[in-house]
């Protein structure tokens, strides 16, 4: 996926401060069964804040945006699931 790559050309500083959000977001929707917090309810919260366009953009641009903010960040927190649920699975087997 292009998000990925637009990840990763982050700068340093940026891409450790997003890692740190994912995986604390990612540590709020495991607990979904009590919070009620699931990967999309999680970005639609705080896709808006972590992903918004430069102050100069349009804001009706940005309302038509918000959809593909939220779609983006409920992948990244989705994936950091499956590597956080396999890392946990290798965990177990040692």
Do not use: G, W
């Amino acid at each position: 996926h292009a998000i990925y790559k637009v990840v990763e050309e982050l700068p340093t500083a940026n891409f450790n401060t997003l890692e740190r959000l994912i995986f604390h977001l990612v540590r709020v929707s495991k607990e979904e069964p009590q919070n009620r917090m699931s990967p999309n309810s999680l970005a639609i919260v705080f896709a808006p804040c972590i992903l918004r366009c430069p102050d100069s953009a349009d804001p009706l641009m940005s309302m038509r945006d918000v959809a593909k903010t939220t779609t983006c960040l409920e992948m990244l927190i989705n994936e950091q699931i499956r590597h956080y649920n396999e890392k946990m699975e290798e965990i177990e087997q040692l």
